[in-house]
């Protein structure tokens, strides 16, 4: 059984940092597609980041594009949330998802993903 297990989530004031991680078993972690997906209340779920097995390419939402950095340890079965230059707009929580192929035009799509963590909740304000 697939588990994925979220941390690292927490309160940060604008214009700071968190490093999220999301750890994998019960899988062959280094051939799954793995992806950060958000969602804020009363919001849809957005993907935010997107990496292939071997750790590229990878592919970001255009409102992260540039502040966040998703990447990947296979020897720890672990995927990595680097967020940068945070603002109240990406307070949410933040859930990896993983699958044994995704194709990259639908990276984004949650519908994508079999399996999923519980999340970690991140907020961002004064």
């Known amino acids: 059984q697939v588990q994925l297990v979220e941390s690292g989530g927490g309160s940060v004031q604008p214009g700071g940092s968190l490093r999220l991680s999301c750890a994998a078993s019960?899988?062959?972690?280094?051939?799954?597609?793995m992806a950060w997906f958000r969602q804020a209340p009363g919001k849809e779920r957005e993907g935010v980041a997107f990496?292939?097995?071997?750790?590229?390419?990878?592919y970001y939402a255009a409102s992260v594009k540039g502040r966040f950095t998703i990447s990947r340890d296979n020897a720890k079965n672990t995927v990595y949330l680097q967020m940068d230059r945070l603002t109240p707009e990406d307070s949410a929580m933040y859930s990896c998802?993983?699958?044994?192929?995704?194709?990259?035009?639908?990276?984004?799509?949650?519908?994508?993903?079999?399996?999923w963590g519980q999340g970690t909740l991140v907020t961002v304000c004064p």
């Open positions: 019960g899988m062959t972690y280094g051939d799954a597609y």
């Open positions: 998802a993983a699958d044994a192929w995704v194709a990259p035009s639908r990276w984004a799509d949650a519908n994508a993903y079999a399996s």
């Open positions: 990496i292939f097995p071997r750790g590229a390419p990878t």
